[in-house]
């Protein structure tokens, strides 16, 4: 290491302390970003940290990524550069919680699963069924703007976020929104920092509403041997007085990656819905929900128990996770439509893939968003070519249908030849003004998000 | 005004849709707040490229332009605080697209709340956002506001129901944010933009998300002979973990104005009753129905009525959300705020409240929305005695401050505007300020676009101008109809 660099890495020490600074290369390795190590990681404890490493970063220049658990680094594109991994997972309490508002006030880094069991105490809890659930942490969930099949009931996390603290990228710590439910009061600047992938701020604390555990859950697994049908099925369910949870579709190879040792018959498709309330929504629900399935042709229909429901809506939340695991290659997208054309734009996903001979999976929720993934069973050239030519078809098919596509999760290599955000849009103008405000000098995970911001 | 800017204007426009006589100008300087700003000129374009037209002209002038929807608006928002162009949104009123299958509309901003309703309504959906003034004010205004309203409790505000905007942006060109599948790729423009209070931008289109209407509907009247039951109550139904549709509160001041205006069956010798509302699937209904009542009776309710029908249903809502309009008939001028506190803390709220009042020799009533915590005191005073004003204005800043003391904000749902400007670093640190100063002058560089409002412009209060009030019984239609409390 060179001296200005050594003199720096002592400051980033002196902030965090010893302990919670590394510039060893073997732990760097573990804070590798597409492929780029960064020099330095610190694990602040404390907002106050975060900003004076901001700060620090800002006046030497040094690109920073703030990140929790690291287990959805892969989305986005490559660092432009990258000097400093700011860990967050020593901010991990709780600051305050008010059983009685239901609303609870966290630091960034506090793991999902923590502040679940927190939450549960008070039969509470966020509506953040997001893959890679055991580790994850808030921050880590928002920023990366990973959504949850219960959207299909409690909207996205943009719906439940009352306000947060965060540092920008002149090291300022900087608040909006509060901790009440209804709050006008300002611009809303925190619902900017969702999805952003930390290049607008580095979140330090999250302000949420919490929800009421329902008293019972029960899903239902519907088959069906034509996909018209199983997509006609999950519209028309979220069309009736029924009030699911959630409403999935899914093909075999979808349901195979779920693996979800339930003796299920098997069916060329698969819908799951899951519905919440006292015994006699549930009861309703099984009755109208068998007729409704019926009458669209379904082959199968099964209820499931309190435990295999559990187990299906696990397995549902990691879908994503799961066909990264089995598959180490492969490509995930993230297509969102119309609820009515989603029977059409899956059936074209298919057939990009299908003409490339590559096995894929599909997942679809009701609300319109797909996840389709390509699953490569083996790594050659000849192979990578073609999953960059699918990834680009499923980039280039946007407009149709008011279809957006983003490539979720994909190997390096496929990153030199797509962008995975697609095509800029025409708002990408409104959008560097943002980046221009949050991040003047452009320090925070330069070059990963959309339109190279 | 510059005659020659009019003179254009007039040209590209027509000369019906540009008003600038005095007596127009009067009709516009007034909203649904205290406030009072005086326009130059009212323009009514027809398209985006209408605004956009004006928006580049307006430049050239340099001159303010406000966007303006049907003025119902509680903070001011509408009002050209620095002179200069209202752009007014009316006759952009039509409904572009009704896409039931997929639950969306796409809207011109100047489309009446109720009217969009109403044209859902057979498809058996609703947009959500329900304010009190909906029968007048427009999706635009509700947008630029993130209007809020009884039935958000369950369903949230404006901006948890809009994916899409097009815009003209305050340098003149025409963009479009978000659409109508979910999450475009890219920052949430739209959670910026919804809710900026018409600073940022003028938005031309609107895609909303509709909800379906519930199966079933109760609404229930709890009626109390201690404001610490009603209170009681909702703190415990929250605590419960029961989401009613709404949860509406007034006190027995209040209600004994609009029972002598509405009859709409609240008891006058009541101290206060919660108008709660469950909607959903029958069976949820029946149950969180049979438990509120429950909770009701716990915390002294003396009696739960139960609306039998619609009409019954239909009239006491009609005792909340003309409430605004009863409560002109009783006093020269009043004041409402907005603060929010978390829903633990709404007893002890309240009894501050009244001795804050007292304290300062105030009348003060309370309707609000008790679920949300989201409080609307209503100050009585005579605007015409400056002493009495000044002293109104501190006695609203004294609850503001204790809301903030018990964790909550400085408005809800009515918006900062020109009337909560200065408040604002009760709550945000001059770094927090400067950050969305930065926003603001990110898309509106040259300020043009609806100046004065949000930020605090270094004036005190006693500068807070105020509409002159006529003398009673002189027929103020603006007073009695122009303010409908959300």
């Not at chain 2, 509709?210 to 002979?225: M, N, S």
């Not at chain 2, 898309?443 to 100046?451: C, E, I, K, M, V």
Request: proline content about 5%; overall charge negative; some cysteine.
């Amino acid at each position: 290491m060179s001296s200005p660099a050594k003199a720096m890495a002592s400051r980033v020490a002196d902030i965090v302390g010893a302990a919670n600074f590394t510039d060893d290369p073997r732990e760097l390795a573990t804070y590798v970003v597409d492929g780029v190590q960064p020099n330095a990681a610190a694990r602040p404890g404390t907002a106050a940290e975060v900003a004076e490493l901001v700060k620090l970063a800002t006046a030497e220049k040094l690109a920073v990524i703030p990140m929790g658990a690291r287990t959805k680094l892969g989305l986005g594109m490559p660092p432009a550069r990258y000097d400093l991994a700011i860990d967050m997972t020593r901010l991990d309490k709780v600051i305050s919680y008010d059983p009685g508002d239901l609303t609870v006030s966290v630091e960034a880094g506090i793991p999902l699963a923590k502040l679940a069991a927190t939450l549960a105490e008070h039969k509470q809890f966020l509506p953040l069924a997001v893959p890679f659930y055991e580790r994850a942490t808030i921050g880590g969930t928002l920023a990366s703007g990973v959504d949850s099949p219960l959207r299909q009931a409690y909207g996205t996390a943009r719906d439940f976020v009352l306000g947060m603290e965060f540092v920008t990228g002149d090291g300022a710590p900087a608040k909006s929104g509060g901790r009440v439910v209804k709050n006008v009061s300002g611009y809303d600047l925190h619902k900017l920092m969702l999805g952003a992938i930390g290049s607008l701020g580095v979140m330090t604390r999250v302000n949420f509403k919490t929800f009421p555990l329902p008293a019972q859950t029960r899903a239902w697994l519907a088959g069906f041997s034509r996909a018209e049908d199983a997509f006609l099925f999950a519209l028309n369910v979220r069309k009736s007085a029924l009030a699911p949870q959630t409403v999935e579709v899914f093909d075999q190879q979808g349901m195979e990656i779920l693996s979800l040792g339930l003796s299920l018959a098997q069916s060329e498709w698969s819908v799951a819905i899951s519905a919440a309330g006292n015994e006699r929504v549930v009861e309703r629900s099984a009755g109208e929900l068998e007729a409704m399935a019926r009458g669209a042709n379904a082959a199968a229909f099964d209820a499931l128990d309190g435990a295999a429901t559990s187990t299906l809506m696990t397995a549902i939340r990691e879908f994503p996770a799961l066909a990264a695991k089995k598959f180490t290659d492969s490509v995930i997208a993230k297509v969102t439509t119309l609820p009515t054309h989603m029977a059409e734009t899956v059936q074209s996903l298919r057939n990009i893939a299908a003409e490339r001979g590559l096995a894929f999976a599909t997942i679809a929720r009701g609300v319109g968003v797909i996840c389709f993934a390509l699953l490569p069973a083996e790594r050659d050239a000849t192979v990578m070519t073609r999953l960059a030519q699918c990834a680009k078809e499923i980039l280039d098919a946007t407009e149709k249908n008011h279809n957006r596509s983003t490539i979720w999760c994909s190997p390096l290599e496929l990153k030199r030849e797509i962008n995975v955000w697609g095509e800029a849009s025409g708002d990408l103008g409104l959008m560097q003004r943002v980046k221009q405000a949050f991040d003047p000098h452009n320090i925070l995970a330069p070059g990963r998000f959309v339109g190279g911001l | 005004m510059e005659r020659h800017l009019l003179n254009e204007l007039e040209r590209f426009l027509g000369k019906d849709a540009v008003l600038s006589q005095p007596e127009d100008l009067l009709l516009y300087e007034y909203d649904g707040s205290v406030e009072i700003a005086r326009p130059q000129c009212i323009v009514f374009p027809r398209t985006a490229d209408d605004v956009a037209r004006i928006v580049r002209l307006a430049n050239r002038y340099k001159v303010p332009i406000v966007g303006r929807g049907a003025g119902t608006g509680l903070s001011g928002g509408a009002l050209a605080r620095e002179g200069g162009v209202i752009v007014s949104f009316a006759r952009m009123n039509q409904i572009l697209e009704i896409d039931a299958e997929n639950q969306r509309a796409v809207v011109q901003p100047g489309v009446v709340n109720s009217d969009l309703n109403a044209a859902v309504a057979s498809a058996g959906l609703h947009f959500a956002p329900d304010p009190s003034s909906q029968k007048a004010c427009t999706i635009g205004g509700n947008v630029s506001e993130n209007a809020g309203g009884p039935h958000t409790l369950a369903y949230g505000v404006t901006t948890n129901h809009i994916l899409g905007l097009e815009m003209v942006m305050p340098t003149g060109e025409l963009a479009r944010i978000g659409g109508k599948a979910v999450d475009a790729p890219g920052y949430d423009l739209c959670g910026l933009f919804v809710g900026s209070e018409g600073t940022l931008a003028l938005v031309t289109e609107v895609t909303v998300r509709l909800a379906r209407l519930p199966e079933a509907v109760k609404t229930l009247l709890a009626i109390y002979d201690r404001v610490d039951g009603a209170t009681e109550t909702v703190v415990e139904i929250t605590a419960r973990g029961i989401t009613p549709a709404a949860c509406e509160m007034l006190d027995g001041w209040t209600l004994r104005a609009v029972e002598a205006w509405v009859h709409a069956g609240f008891p006058l010798d009541s101290a206060a009753v919660l108008l709660i509302e469950v909607d959903g699937m029958r069976e949820a209904v029946e149950q969180h129905a049979k438990d509120i009542s429950e909770v009701c009776t716990m915390h002294g309710a003396r009696e739960v009525r139960v609306a039998r029908d619609a009409a019954e249903r239909d009239l006491l809502w009609k005792g909340r959300k003309n409430a605004f309009g009863a409560v002109g008939r009783l006093s020269p001028t009043y004041y409402v705020q907005d603060g929010v506190i978390p829903r633990t803390k709404l007893p002890q709220t309240l009894r501050e409240i009244e001795r804050i009042g007292k304290e300062n020799g105030f009348v003060i009533g309370n309707i609000f929305h008790a679920g949300d915590g989201n409080l609307h005191p209503i100050i009585l005073f005579d605007a015409r005695d400056a002493k009495q004003f000044e002293r109104a204005v501190s006695t609203a800043d004294a609850i503001i401050r204790f809301c903030i003391e018990m964790g909550g904000t400085i408005t809800g749902e009515h918006g900062v505007g020109m009337e909560k400007d200065r408040l604002m670093p009760l709550l945000f640190s001059e770094v927090d300020l400067a950050l969305m100063r930065r926003v603001r002058d990110a898309f509106n560089p040259a300020g043009l676009l609806n100046p004065g409002k949000i930020f605090p412009t270094g004036k005190g209060c006693g500068e807070v101008r105020i509409r002159p009030m006529p003398q009673r019984g002189a027929g103020n239609s603006a007073l009695a109809s122009g303010r409908d409390f959300a």
